[in-house]
């Protein structure tokens, strides 16, 4: 079989004309044991949460997955239909092909995302396993290590990992070619119980697979040698195959016919597990704020105390957070829903990678941390939108310049831009307690990937408990029929606004407020509408002026009236909250020197 | 003298209000040994390419480093004013003082820029060794275990490690509490000889480092096994005292009794090694594009023709890519200099955290990847910026949908967003050879973080070879003085805009093309100019239309004018580059659309 899915990667990319057949050809042998001898799943069902899941973290691999689940008879699609605009069959993997369960395509990813099935699995008590297929050049992306940890720090021994060292990266040799020995000095230094395999011996690599699946309390690495090419003299352990396919016509011809033998077909029966997998309760997600007009609450910390609410409301929710939970204050979920809090220790790309993976699994996984960190997990967000979760909440605590005296590393400037530019998702910026609890229930009722940003600072509660908050909605909360200029803002710089609007009524100068605390989508009728009434907007906002609140009302309006954007522009230091405000041009007395430039 | 400077770090933190006392104590023997009795330096002399240098990596440890600073005699400062704005003794280090090479307090960052230094001072012959101080907790980060295979791989015997495991993290134990061997395992198995000591045991961290500097070959990294808070009995391995200082007054006055004598004195004498460093040579920035107008090549293509020439006009100028060289065409460079060429394999973070470690030993560092994969490295591009490097420039390559049928995965969307968002930026995106050529010199004498936006498909020359391209500047390439529209664009779009300008030209309606190169800083002059003169702009990227230039240019003409934003808000798939740009509304055809609606 794997002779025979060497074939269809050759065929599928050529006919393509691009493509990696021969980073699948080195893993032909692992997958062909995986799909027809290994796994137990049902052809018929891919959503199979009581069957085994496999992650192609080797995402540029996709031929060899392709060709595997049409051979196993999951999937009906022209093989040769590869990486064309019309086909499911994508030049990596997505979730176009429902047993796809995260994108994947940047390397270093696949085995996060494995460790949060893994997590999810364990703690509901099913018994399906899950495989992620690894190659050696991404095994120095240090994400690798952080899910290797995670997972033996939660004995994931549902878990399976295989390296397939095929010595070739890209554009050269990898750090350690064949030395298979550091690989698995590695994995079992992170604690893995391991195994070494030549990856071309289908004897030895399902032996492997029968001992991973005795060991308990620690998950299993394969550490598998195999050869670039392997089965075609001309492209095996060859430089210079990487990400090329071999011509149509006399070269494939060639290739194949040094393939032999690939007749054979193995039809997979459903292979299940006894136990049915536990029904999912449908979520009801509800949380009622209660405050008081005027309460100083930091909406960091209604952002936790709403989820302690949603962790009574719903199993499905879980919580995991990066050793922010006391600052973020995710560590309310986790008193009264410790088994369903996951510790991510300093470790953002995992934390994010395994949320969704917790995702596929059928939960509402909100992962938080100080949103400047999120930074470190961008590339993890941007293909958790690839992977198309039902779900999946991240929160970014302390933003901007507000949060003070810690200095710019611990300030988020850039994390609206970062969450806006991401593909469909939804970014929310409450201003106090109330739209904050409301935010967060929406949040977990919004499909897809969603941002909440919460502030530092104790900030006052400005809207009665029973205030809707709809996602691309907005707050006018101050207007008159002769309002000089709108003022747009969310988080703590609202409040500046307030302020900045009751300084100028003082002098007849009528502004108009608006909470901006859907950034995403937007409220762009109101913000229109606002243009054309008052003469102009002042956007300001704790955040770098690119990419921001500012700049998302400014293609909003689109040139329907004037838009002055104040934000910060030059580097903070540490500080006291007012006086970087201040400094940075976003306080009240800021706001109302723009203003008076405008009138 | 490390009471002396537990005593500093808990007064300076109790005057400011917070800070991170504990974090200080359970280092202050590791550092008092290195600043008092291990480094070679020169306390007058902060640039000193010829002496030791350290880095912070647990940046919040900041008062201790301030403390030895003083002690030593390399700062005036009054420690009391830590954290205040007008005091350069920040929160976290930053290069306010100039003894910090690289702004630290996002953890896992400092290994990274202390190798870069190491590879740099390793290459050159400088003797001057590297230290860098970690936190048990941050050793989770993936990056860590990116910078020990790095250091390991090349062999920097001049870089020293040292981890204070002090047992607890910010909001509870760490991963691995005490058992030091885990850390120690782990190092081994990343290559570095180890040594496991007492951290509070002077005697024990000197020896370690006389042990380290006789190693050959490889990093040595020291475990210590330290306690937090140490030295006062009602912080030592406290819970609940991260992040928390002491009351001034009566708590303070228990807690500096229980630390005994902290009279000491001991002044630091310049040491140094024999050998002077090299001097730095004037870089001569210079490099000649050499095309005919009409010619076919991408701007990737031409980014290493420009490199290689770069590095035959100035030997300050590195190379660093991430096992994309072939597809970056900094294969180029290393082809002419491959002795300055740093192969940094498929590990982002590190590659960007070494490229600015590199930077602070003189060197002119360009690091290169496909442009999605820098939202890998976010954090620590973040972090470069306040680090205020003199260079660093970043190449991203395969920009947007135009890539093809690679998919999603591999297509950079975001990367003007994030790149735009972070502070001081200068971001640049040809469109023709030409204009790469000459952007990559101006990327090379520009100060500060660079980046550059680079495409896949081939594209027609432009430009003559002399045609200059000033930061900040534009190119109108099409004008006319009845412009009904302008349109806005840069890389394959712009090419895009000019055949939309011929199409609508067939029907009278002339359109003004702007080429938007430098997105950052931008030429707000001649967009204003173009907003008035023509009835709107309509700007068109192959990038997502949050963030990137259609809002850039939306926030320039601050509305002044109509802006129609052309971008893409899908998720993409794989396809042929063509039927993807008209998929998402960024071809021709689409720009054709958009103007016909305005006009």
């Known amino acids: 079989m794997a002779q025979k899915l060497r074939r269809h990667s050759l065929e599928s990319t050529a006919q393509a004309g691009s493509g990696h057949p021969t980073s699948c050809m080195s893993?032909?042998?692992?997958?062909?044991?995986?799909?027809?001898?290994?796994?137990?799943?049902?052809?018929?069902?891919?959503?199979?949460?009581?069957?085994?899941?496999?992650?192609?973290?080797?995402?540029?691999?996709?031929?060899?997955?392709?060709a595997a689940l049409k051979e196993a008879g999951c999937i009906d699609h022209d093989l040769l239909t590869l990486r064309e605009i019309t086909s499911p069959l994508e030049g990596h993997p997505t979730p176009l092909v429902p047993w796809v369960r995260v994108a994947t395509g940047s390397l270093g990813q696949g085995l996060c995302a494995a460790a949060g099935m893994a997590w999810a699995r364990q703690r509901d008590g099913e018994p399906g396993r899950v495989y992620?297929?690894?190659?050696?050049?991404?095994?120095?992306?240090?994400?690798?290590?952080?899910?290797?940890?995670?997972?033996?720090?939660?004995?994931?021994?549902?878990?399976?990992?295989?390296?397939?060292?095929?010595?070739?990266?890209?554009?050269?040799?990898?750090?350690?070619?064949?030395?298979?020995?550091?690989?698995?000095?590695?994995?079992?230094?992170?604690?893995?119980?391991?195994?070494?395999?030549?990856?071309?011996?289908?004897?030895?690599?399902?032996?492997?697979?029968?001992?991973?699946?005795?060991?308990?309390?620690?998950?299993?690495?394969?550490?598998?040698?195999?050869?670039?090419?392997?089965?075609?003299?001309?492209?095996?352990?060859?430089?210079?195959?990487?990400?090329?396919?071999?011509?149509?016509?006399?070269?494939?011809?060639?290739?194949?016919?040094?393939?032999?033998?690939?007749?054979?077909?193995?039809?997979?029966?459903?292979?299940?597990?006894?136990?049915?997998?536990?029904?999912?309760?449908?979520?009801?997600?509800?949380?009622?704020?209660?405050?008081?007009?005027?309460?100083?609450?930091?909406?960091?910390?209604?952002?936790?105390?709403?989820?302690?609410?949603?962790?009574?409301?719903?199993?499905?929710?879980?919580?995991?957070?990066?050793?922010?939970?006391?600052?973020?204050?995710?560590?309310?979920?986790?008193?009264?829903?410790?088994?369903?809090?996951?510790e991510s220790y300093i470790a953002e790309q995992n934390m994010v990678g395994a949320a969704l993976g917790m995702s596929t699994e059928g939960k509402i996984p909100f992962a938080s941390t100080f949103a400047c960190f999120l930074t470190r997990a961008y590339d993890f967000l941007r293909m958790a939108v690839y992977s198309r979760p039902k779900h999946l909440v991240v929160c970014g605590s302390h933003a901007g310049v507000s949060i003070g005296e810690d200095g710019a590393s611990q300030m988020a400037l850039e994390d609206l831009a970062m969450m806006r530019a991401l593909l469909g998702t939804t970014v929310l910026y409450p201003s106090d307690a109330v739209s904050a609890e409301r935010l967060v229930v929406a949040a977990a009722q919004t499909p897809g990937i969603v941002y909440i940003r919460t502030s530092r600072p104790k900030t006052p509660v400005l809207y009665a408990n029973d205030e809707p908050f709809p996602v691309g909605g907005s707050k006018t909360l101050r207007a008159t029929a002769n309002d000089a200029v709108t003022v747009v803002a969310a988080g703590v710089t609202l409040h500046e606004a307030l302020a900045a609007h009751d300084l100028l009524k003082k002098d007849g100068i009528a502004l108009r407020v608006i909470d901006l605390y859907s950034v995403k989508p937007i409220?762009?009728?109101?913000?229109?509408?606002?243009?054309?009434?008052?003469?102009?907007?002042?956007?300001?906002?704790?955040?770098?002026?690119?990419?921001?609140?500012?700049?998302?009302?400014?293609?909003?309006?689109?040139?329907?009236?004037?838009?002055?954007?104040?934000?910060?522009?030059?580097?903070?230091?540490?500080?006291?909250?007012?006086?970087?405000?201040?400094?940075?041009?976003?306080?009240?007395?800021?706001?109302?020197?723009?203003?008076?430039?405008?009138?």
């Open 27 to 66: 893993a032909a042998d692992i997958v062909s044991v995986l799909f027809f001898d290994e796994m137990r799943y049902d052809p018929a069902d891919p959503g199979g949460r009581g069957a085994d899941v496999f992650v192609l973290s080797k995402g540029h691999a996709a031929p060899l997955l392709w």
């Open 132 to 342: 992620a297929l690894l190659g050696d050049g991404e095994a120095a992306e240090g994400s690798v290590w952080e899910a290797a940890q995670f997972a033996s720090f939660y004995r994931l021994d549902n878990l399976c990992a295989i390296v397939d060292v095929n010595r070739l990266g890209q554009s050269g040799p990898t750090m350690y070619e064949h030395h298979v020995g550091v690989y698995e000095e590695r994995l079992s230094a992170f604690g893995w119980q391991t195994a070494v395999v030549d990856g071309h011996d289908v004897g030895q690599i399902r032996d492997a697979f029968a001992r991973a699946r005795e060991v308990e309390g620690r998950p299993f690495a394969i550490v598998a040698r195999t050869f670039k090419g392997r089965g075609v003299s001309f492209l095996e352990d060859k430089d210079g195959w990487h990400g090329k396919p071999v011509k149509k016509g006399e070269e494939l011809a060639r290739a194949i016919a040094e393939l032999g033998d690939t007749g054979v077909s193995l039809p997979v029966k459903a292979r299940r597990y006894d136990k049915a997998p536990k029904p999912l309760s449908e979520p009801a997600l509800h949380a009622t704020p209660d405050y008081t007009l005027g309460q100083e609450v930091a909406t960091r910390e209604a952002y936790g105390t709403a989820l302690a609410k949603l962790a009574a409301a719903s199993p499905r929710v879980v919580a995991l957070d990066g050793d922010t939970k006391n600052s973020t204050f995710s560590d309310r979920f986790k008193a009264v829903a410790p088994d369903r809090f996951v």
């Open 523 to 599: 409220d762009a009728a109101t913000l229109v509408r606002a243009a054309s009434e008052t003469g102009a907007i002042v956007t300001v906002e704790d955040h770098s002026v690119c990419g921001g609140l500012g700049e998302a009302v400014a293609a909003a309006v689109a040139g329907r009236g004037r838009v002055e954007i104040l934000g910060v522009r030059d580097i903070p230091r540490s500080g006291k909250p007012a006086e970087l405000l201040e400094a940075h041009g976003i306080s009240a007395a800021a706001i109302v020197r723009a203003v008076r430039k405008l009138v």
